[in-house]
């Protein structure tokens, strides 16, 4: 059984990149009747807002992701306590006492020799004494997970194919603050562990957090800590996929920070981002589609490139556009004016992009309607429209076809002033279709008044 996890920290609005991993994830769940887990990543109590998570869940709500277990970091810290005294009891943790700025020069120090700026475990050879010391100051330490330099980190991406770090190379993470706060690291693997999550799909700028917990994963198997779920795997099978970037580059400041408000007022379909979000960045043509199990059926990994996936409004403007185009009445009904049934769906729909645009042209059937003002001539000829007025299957067909005959007016002159008389504008949906929606005592009662 697959099981994956979408784990946004709730320090602000979820922004289109988020939302893509998400949805990959629900996808990937959900192709192989799998398990989605939502897990809210709220360690950090002071930057953590509830209204985050209420907004969070909204946001996958709107876009028909359903999670189907909801957990929440801040209610599983024994879990982190009882993972982290394992990691004790087996070596793999230390304490350090090194201040941000005492860290911070010693990177510049390594980045001036051009080394790189890896943590040079001092805090390992501190003395007794000196740890004596910074207890006898009241100074916390913030904890470190110790890597393995003998274990090399290899790993086949679901996306980037055989990764593989040295961990000389890498800093021993800290995982524990000196307040006691968790960084993100350890409770993910645990989480992990105890969810029995199955595959990790998240940011290229995960990569080497993914080096790092995979050597936790390892060391929390080889230590007293018992996961929750048993049948436990070695790790998470892990797949990064390339970063959502705008058209320029970069993620705009808009899209950086708004949720799916910024699209919904707009007037974009959830299904319009779902279908675009589906399959951008991957090889398969992105489709206006309202067809969410074609697009679970072709979800496929290896389909994913490696290059960043460009976010274009516009692309996203021209896929809504194309499914409003063709969605049914069935489906857009809940979002449609009032009173508005199939035909007049039908009738209007060529002529928005948007479901909130329906309700301007549907007033053109319902009215009130727009007075113009026509010249005597005009008046004239929608007066002798008025007496070749008759009801029928095809009343537009039937009356242009009248009025052509006898003023002999064509194209324009003939066309123009009648869609005026009959829906006081001068454009719009084809009047073969809304005429008969306007009806016949209230289309005469039209044409009767432009006359006048
Ligand atoms: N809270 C982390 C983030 O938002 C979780 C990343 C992950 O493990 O997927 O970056």
Known sequence: MIITRFAPSPTGRLHVGNLRTALHNWMLAKKHSGS???RIDDTDAERSREEYVNQIRTDLSWLGIVPDQEERQSLRLERYDAAFTALKVAGRVYPA?????????????????????????????????QIDNYRAEGIEPHW??????????????????????????????????????WLYMLPSAVDDLDMGVTNVLRGEDHVSNTAVQIQMFTALRQSEFMPQKSGL?????????????????????????????????????????????????????????????SLLDTFDLSTFGRAPAKFDEADLDRINTALVHSMPFAAAKAKLPRGMDEDGWHAVRPNVSTLAEAESWWKLVIGPIDRIEFSEEDRAFLLTAVGLFVWSEHPWHDLTVKMKEKTGRKGKDLFLPLRQALTGKSYGPDMGDLLPLIGEDEARKRLIRASE
């Open 36 to 38: 989605f887990i939502l």
């Open 97 to 129: 006492y090194e201040t941000a700025q005492e860290l911070e020069l010693k990177r510049k120090v390594q980045l001036g020799r051009g080394l790189p700026p890896i943590y040079d475990r001092a805090a390992l050879s501190l003395s007794p004494e």
């Open 144 to 181: 470190r997970f110790k890597l393995n330099h003998h274990e090399t980190i290899i790993w086949d991406d679901g996306v980037r194919g055989i990764q593989s770090f040295d961990p000389n190379l890498l800093s021993d993470p800290v995982i524990l603050r000196a307040d006691g706060s």
């Open 233 to 293: 795997i070695k790790h998470p099978n892990f797949a990064h996929e390339a970063l959502l970037v705008g058209k320029e580059g970069k993620l705009s400041k808009r899209l950086g920070s708004l949720g799916c408000d910024a699209f919904r007022d707009k007037g974009i379909e959830p299904q319009a981002l779902v279908a675009l979000l589906a399959r951008l960045g991957t090889s398969l043509p992105v489709e206006a589609t309202l067809d969410t199990i």
